[in-house]
């Protein structure tokens, strides 16, 4: 017994090191920070909670524009990706020629990196509809990326496309987890297929869905790349939680005042992740 808990510590020791230092001793270092007046150079002096009541009472950095932004495109991203994920899922686990094709090219987005995915899709809101624009008058193509609305369903779409074939990964495993024995007997029953979607395959995919919800989430909330890439938040009407934080700790130099926007950002997020994972445990206890 002895043999295997120093066994089982000396293998996990790696990992907790690891996650000590790449998450544990930066949070606690970024708690200090969030309570001083670092300019990001030179001495931190102490300050107090004066930057959350800064924070939450003369705010002039747009910190809870940017947090309603970014809720609402959380809650809209989270949606379209799982759906289009599942959508997917669906699609390329029949059997037909070219499946496998069709997953290796829904996937491929994916592996494209934030910055390059965002200037590659600027220049099709910029280049492309702006000629679109030229050519045939349609108001609808016209200005996607400086208007909080068009720029809102940009970064959607951009989104959507990136994570959509990772999402189908995840439900492509579920689905396929799913036995053949309920299958056949739903048929035998005489369920068609959108009754044996809604009965059996939804029903057994719960889990999965637990999954891709706690990952989009948190990923929809923490996007970075794409929106300083796409719209760099223009007149902050497209100015998402962490392109905000960003602006304030190495653009206006506000390090301390940022901390304290970041510690926030972190209780905010991790409160919405527990509670959608609880919430979505009691729907798998359920079904």
Same mark, same amino acid.
């Given at each position: 017994?002895?043999? &295997? /808990?120093?066994?089982?510590?000396?293998?996990?020791?790696?990992?907790?090191? +690891?996650?000590?230092?790449?998450?544990?001793?930066? =949070?606690?270092?970024?708690?200090?920070? +969030?309570?001083?007046? *670092?300019?990001?150079?030179?001495?931190?002096?102490?300050?107090?909670?004066?930057?959350?009541?800064?924070?939450?009472?003369?705010?002039? #950095?747009?910190?809870?524009?940017?947090?309603?932004?970014?809720?609402?495109?959380?809650?809209?991203?989270?949606?379209?990706?799982?759906?289009?994920?599942?959508?997917?899922?669906?699609?390329? =686990?029949? /059997?037909?020629?070219?499946?496998?094709?069709?997953?290796?090219?829904?996937?491929?987005?994916?592996?494209?990196?934030?910055?390059?995915?965002?200037?590659? *899709?600027?220049?099709?809101?910029?280049?492309?509809?702006?000629?679109?624009?030229?050519? =045939?008058?349609?108001?609808?193509?016209?200005?996607?990326?400086?208007?909080?609305?068009?720029?809102?369903?940009?970064?959607?779409?951009?989104?959507? *496309?990136?994570?959509?074939?990772?999402?189908?990964?995840?439900?492509?495993?579920?689905?396929?987890?799913?036995?053949?024995?309920?299958?056949?007997? #739903?048929?035998?029953?005489?369920?068609?297929?959108?009754?044996?979607?809604? &009965?059996?395959?939804?029903?057994?995919?719960?889990?999965?869905?637990?999954?891709?919800?706690?990952?989009?989430? +948190?990923?929809?909330?923490?996007?970075?790349?794409?929106?300083?890439?796409?719209?760099?938040?223009?007149?902050?009407?497209?100015?998402?939680?962490?392109?905000?934080?960003?602006?304030?700790?190495?653009? #206006?130099?506000?390090?301390?005042?940022?901390?304290? /926007?970041?510690?926030?950002?972190?209780?905010?997020?991790?409160?919405?992740?527990?509670?959608?994972?609880?919430?979505? /445990?009691?729907?798998?206890?359920? =079904?």
């Amino acid at each position: 017994m002895k043999r &295997s /808990k120093l066994g089982f510590w000396l293998f996990l020791a790696p990992c907790l090191i +690891s996650f000590a230092i790449v998450v544990l001793i930066p =949070t606690v270092i970024g708690i200090y920070y +969030s309570l001083t007046d *670092w300019k990001g150079s030179g001495n931190a002096n102490f300050i107090g909670f004066e930057n959350y009541i800064k924070l939450f009472t003369n705010d002039n #950095s747009n910190f809870w524009y940017s947090f309603g932004y970014t809720a609402l495109f959380a809650i809209t991203a989270v949606i379209c990706i799982n759906v289009v994920g599942f959508a997917l899922a669906l699609l390329v =686990t029949k /059997k037909f020629r070219g499946a496998t094709l069709l997953r290796g090219i829904f996937f491929m987005p994916n592996l494209i990196g934030g910055l390059l995915l965002g200037f590659a *899709w600027q220049f099709i809101f910029k280049q492309v509809f702006n000629a679109i624009y030229t050519a =045939t008058g349609m108001e609808f193509f016209r200005n996607w990326l400086t208007d909080s609305t068009t720029g809102f369903f940009a970064l959607l779409i951009v989104m959507v *496309w990136q994570m959509g074939g990772y999402m189908m990964i995840i439900y492509i495993a579920a689905i396929q987890n799913i036995p053949d024995s309920v299958i056949e007997a #739903s048929a035998i029953d005489g369920a068609g297929g959108w009754r044996r979607l809604f &009965s059996i395959t939804i029903p057994m995919v719960v889990p999965a869905f637990t999954v891709g919800l706690f990952l989009m989430l +948190s990923n929809s909330f923490k996007l970075f790349d794409q929106n300083l890439a796409l719209t760099k938040g223009p007149n902050h009407c497209n100015e998402m939680l962490a392109l905000n934080i960003y602006n304030s700790a190495f653009v #206006s130099n506000q390090t301390g005042y940022a901390q304290a /926007k970041a510690v926030i950002f972190l209780i905010s997020v991790a409160t919405i992740s527990i509670i959608q994972l609880i919430a979505t /445990k009691r729907a798998e206890v359920e =079904t």
